[in-house]
Nanobody, 124 residues
Framework: QVQLVESGGGSVQAGGSLRLSCARF????????MGWFRQAPGKEREGVAS???????YYAGSVKGRFTIAQDNAKSTLDLQMNSLKPEDTAMYYC??????????????????WGQGTQVTVSS
C-alpha cells in the first residue's frame, strides 16, 4: 500500500515563493517515478514536473526555470520549489507516483498513486 501526503501549499503574492513537499509511505520501488500535477478550477489536471528513479527531471514549459523538482530518498519525500510565482500558477497541486512510467510523464494515466492535493493561491 502506497500513500502520498502533500504539504506546503498556501497563499502568496505574485513574485513570491512556496515549497511543496510530498511524503511517501510504502514500497519505494512502486514509487520510483514521481511527479507533480496541478488542476485549476474548470481546467484539466496538467503535469508540472516529474523526476525519474535515476534523477532525470522534466518540466512543463510554463514553469521551466521557475520551479525545481527534487527528491530525498533518505527521507522519502518529493519537493517542488516554486519561485517567481504568477497568478496563473493558482491551482490544487497533486503528488503522483508510479513504479514504471508506461506513458508520458505529463499524462495523468501514467501514474498509479495520488495524494489528496494542496492548494496554492497566487494573488496579483
Amino acid at each position: 500500500q502506497v500513500q502520498l501526503v502533500e504539504s506546503g501549499g498556501g497563499s502568496v503574492q505574485a513574485g513570491g515563493s512556496l515549497r511543496l513537499s510530498c511524503a511517501r509511505f510504502g514500497d519505494t520501488y512502486t514509487t520510483a517515478w514521481m511527479g507533480w500535477f496541478r488542476q485549476a478550477p474548470g481546467k484539466e489536471r496538467e503535469g508540472v514536473a516529474s523526476i525519474s528513479r535515476d534523477g532525470a527531471t522534466y518540466y512543463a514549459g510554463s514553469v521551466k526555470g521557475r520551479f525545481t523538482i527534487a527528491q530525498d530518498n533518505a527521507k522519502s519525500t518529493l519537493d517542488l520549489q516554486m519561485n517567481s510565482l504568477k497568478p496563473e500558477d493558482t491551482a490544487m497541486y497533486y503528488c503522483a507516483a508510479t513504479g514504471f512510467l508506461g506513458g508520458t510523464w505529463y499524462d495523468t494515466s501514467s501514474y498509479d498513486y495520488w495524494g489528496q492535493g494542496t492548494q496554492v493561491t497566487v494573488s496579483s
